[in-house]
Structures are given as structure tokens and as C-alpha cells.
């Protein structure tokens, strides 16, 4: 079968100076898109900003015959994400995909949580998300075409201790994902997120000796094939780690059902209603509710 390319696509990259973000980059670009790199040149949590990251990508796409544009927008305010898109819009035209990959760490245990914290992270990464893709959706719904790609995280999906503001940030862009996903749909914008586990200069820490076997270039792979044209699957989430690739999804138990519920009811069906028997896997509400109406008539 043919080579998957990207001929005449272009492509916003956000947090694309370096780790996942450039191994997304550099990929993509080897294979025909027109990339915009984005990157604040900020320190792990946040702070400063240095246009060397982003310059050095483009580059390296450009020594490789690529074709790229650098970008310091921040994702963290509407500007930032309106300005990033008019980038790709004043350099190629069009944008046809947008990898909502920046991001930061602030982690703290729960009790010593601040708002600042907090709100610092969930700018970045999901009102980031938001701020950048929404002006791309203008462009993607005028053409019939898209492709959105955001970084989760299994320290959203299943928790991870000291990552309360970012576990939330990223269980956030699951459902922010799975709405444009539905919403998307009739104009051919495919929408999926990512859950990486690689060795970035935000991970090394917590990996350990792990992190030798995690290389980012081994994740790209996964968010080329989701921006793909060809790609079939919408609203989906992907855990991607040294070469291996699974799938994320939210199921639903049969649960239990009785008209005339009683608190002592649930304490003595608890384990029917936590049964994974005969369990579905929704795309959208209207499933569940379809449940709720063969199990309530």
C-alpha cells in the first residue's frame, strides 16, 4: 500500500520546540506538510520565553528540504491561539491540522494546591487547546476538512498523585475531544487525543531508567496517521509508549435498575452495578440515553 503523505497540508504544531512536539513536527514535515512551529521557549513550568526552540525546528525541517514557519504565540490567551492560526493562514493559506501538544508542569499535592497553580496549568493545556483550535474549526468547517489531535494524559485518565491541576487539565481535553468529535462530524473534521507516556525534559524526573526506552519519535507515528486523511476513527483516545499503541475508552456497566430505588438498594447491588458484563462503549450521550430507554420502558 501506498506511503501515507500530507502533500498541500498544512499543520500547527503548539509546544513544538523540542520533545513530542518537534518529533511531531519534523515528521510531518518529512512527509509534505507545511508545518507551523509553535513554542513560547518557556521554561518546564511556564516561565520566560526564548524564539530559539521554535527557530531551531524550522531549521531542521528546513535543512531536510521541509517547509516550516517559527511562531511565539502563547496558547494560554484567545490572542495567542487567534495569532497562531493567522501564521499558518499569512504563510500558507489554509490549516488543515492542528496538534494541540504544549504544555507545563505544576505539580503540588492536593493540600498544597494554589489557584495560581491551577489555573496556570489548565490555560496551557486545555483553554490552550481551545484558544487554538477554535479559529482553525472556522477555517476546517469552510473547507470540509480537518484534523485535531490533543494531548491527554493517563495522569488525567487514571490519576496520578501530585497532578491534581494537570490530571483535570487533561481529563478535560478527553471531553473537549469527544464534543468536537460529535460536532465535527458532518463536515469530515476528525477529532482524537493522544495519552503519550515518552522522555521529554517534563517526564525525565519521573521515569527513571524507563525513559531510556520511551523515545518521543516513537509517538509521532500515532498523531501522523490521526491527522491523516485517511484516518477512520473520530472522538477516540490513544495511549502511545515505545513502539506500542492501545486504546483508551469509556465504558458503561448494564447497571441495576429498580423503579423504586432505595439508598439500602445500592448498598446491596453495588456489586451488579459495578459489573463489567455486557458493558458499552458509547461515541456520544444519545447512547447512554438510548440505554436509559430499553431498561426504563
Same mark, same amino acid.
Given at each position: 500500500?501506498?506511503?501515507?503523505?500530507?502533500?498541500?497540508?498544512?499543520?500547527?504544531? &503548539?509546544?513544538?520546540?523540542?520533545?513530542?512536539?518537534?518529533?511531531? @513536527?519534523?515528521?510531518?514535515?518529512? !512527509?509534505? =506538510? !507545511?508545518?507551523?512551529?509553535?513554542?513560547?521557549?518557556? *521554561?518546564?513550568?511556564?516561565?520566560?520565553?526564548?524564539?530559539?526552540? =521554535?527557530?531551531?525546528?524550522?531549521?531542521?525541517? *528546513?535543512?531536510?528540504?521541509?517547509?516550516?514557519?517559527? %511562531?511565539?504565540?502563547?496558547?494560554?490567551?484567545?490572542?495567542?491561539?487567534?495569532?497562531?492560526?493567522?501564521?499558518?493562514? %499569512?504563510?500558507?493559506?489554509?490549516?488543515?491540522?492542528?496538534?494541540?501538544?504544549?504544555?507545563?508542569?505544576? %505539580?503540588? &499535592?492536593?493540600? #498544597?494546591?494554589?489557584?495560581?497553580?491551577?489555573?496556570?496549568?489548565?490555560?496551557?493545556?486545555?483553554?490552550?487547546?481551545?484558544?487554538?483550535?477554535?479559529?482553525?474549526?472556522?477555517?476546517?468547517?469552510?473547507?470540509?476538512?480537518?484534523?485535531?489531535?490533543?494531548?491527554?494524559?493517563?495522569?488525567?485518565?487514571?490519576? #496520578?498523585?501530585?497532578?491534581? #491541576? /494537570?490530571?483535570?487539565?487533561?481529563?478535560?481535553?478527553?471531553?473537549?475531544? !469527544?464534543?468536537? @468529535?460529535?460536532?465535527?462530524?458532518? /463536515?469530515?473534521?476528525?477529532? #482524537?487525543?493522544?495519552?503519550?507516556?515518552?522522555?521529554?525534559?517534563?517526564?525525565?524526573?519521573?521515569?527513571?531508567?524507563?525513559?531510556?526506552?520511551?523515545?518521543?519519535?516513537?509517538?509521532?507515528?500515532?498523531?501522523?496517521? +490521526?491527522?491523516?486523511?485517511?484516518?477512520?476513527?473520530?472522538?477516540?483516545? /490513544?495511549?502511545?509508549?515505545?513502539?506500542?499503541?492501545?486504546?483508551?475508552?469509556?465504558?458503561?456497566?448494564?447497571?441495576? /435498575?429498580?423503579?423504586?430505588? &432505595?439508598?439500602?438498594?445500592?448498598?446491596?447491588?453495588?456489586?451488579?452495578?459495578?459489573?463489567?458484563?455486557?458493558?458499552?462503549?458509547? &461515541?456520544?450521550?444519545?447512547?447512554?440515553?438510548?440505554?436509559?430507554?430499553?431498561? +426504563? *420502558?
Amino acid at each position: 500500500m501506498a506511503d501515507l503523505g500530507f502533500d498541500g497540508r498544512v499543520a500547527i504544531i &503548539t509546544g513544538a520546540g523540542g520533545g513530542l512536539g518537534r518529533e511531531h @513536527a519534523l515528521l510531518l514535515a518529512s !512527509r509534505g =506538510a !507545511r508545518v507551523v512551529v509553535n513554542d513560547v521557549g518557556g *521554561s518546564v513550568s511556564g516561565e520566560g520565553g526564548d524564539a530559539g526552540p =521554535a527557530q531551531r525546528v524550522v531549521q531542521e525541517i *528546513s535543512d531536510a528540504g521541509g517547509e516550516a514557519v517559527a %511562531d511565539t504565540h502563547s496558547v494560554a490567551t484567545p490572542e495567542g491561539g487567534e495569532a497562531i492560526v493567522a501564521t499558518a493562514l %499569512d504563510h500558507f493559506g489554509r490549516v488543515d491540522i492542528v496538534v494541540n501538544n504544549a504544555g507545563i508542569l505544576r %505539580d503540588k &499535592t492536593f493540600h #498544597n494546591m494554589t489557584a495560581d497553580l491551577l489555573n496556570a496549568v489548565l490555560d496551557v493545556h486545555l483553554k490552550g487547546a481551545f484558544y487554538v483550535t477554535r479559529p482553525a474549526w472556522i477555517k476546517m468547517r469552510e473547507q470540509s476538512y480537518g484534523r485535531v489531535i490533543n494531548t491527554s494524559s493517563n495522569s488525567g485518565i487514571l490519576g #496520578n498523585f501530585g497532578q491534581s #491541576n /494537570y490530571g483535570a487539565a487533561k481529563m478535560g481535553l478527553v471531553g473537549l475531544t !469527544r464534543v468536537l @468529535a460529535v460536532e465535527g462530524a458532518k /463536515y469530515n473534521i476528525k477529532v #482524537n487525543a493522544v495519552a503519550p507516556v515518552a522522555r521529554t525534559r517534563m517526564t525525565e524526573a519521573l521515569l527513571g531508567s524507563l525513559g531510556e526506552k520511551i523515545d518521543p519519535v516513537t509517538v509521532s507515528p500515532v498523531v501522523a496517521f +490521526l491527522a491523516h486523511e485517511e484516518c477512520p476513527v473520530t472522538g477516540e483516545v /490513544y495511549s502511545a509508549a515505545g513502539g506500542r499503541i492501545a486504546r483508551f475508552f469509556i465504558g458503561l456497566t448494564q447497571g441495576y /435498575y429498580n423503579p423504586h430505588l &432505595t439508598v439500602e438498594d445500592v448498598r446491596d447491588h453495588l456489586a451488579d452495578i459495578r459489573s463489567e458484563d455486557g458493558y458499552i462503549v458509547g &461515541t456520544s450521550n444519545s447512547d447512554e440515553l438510548a440505554l436509559l430507554i430499553k431498561q +426504563l *420502558s
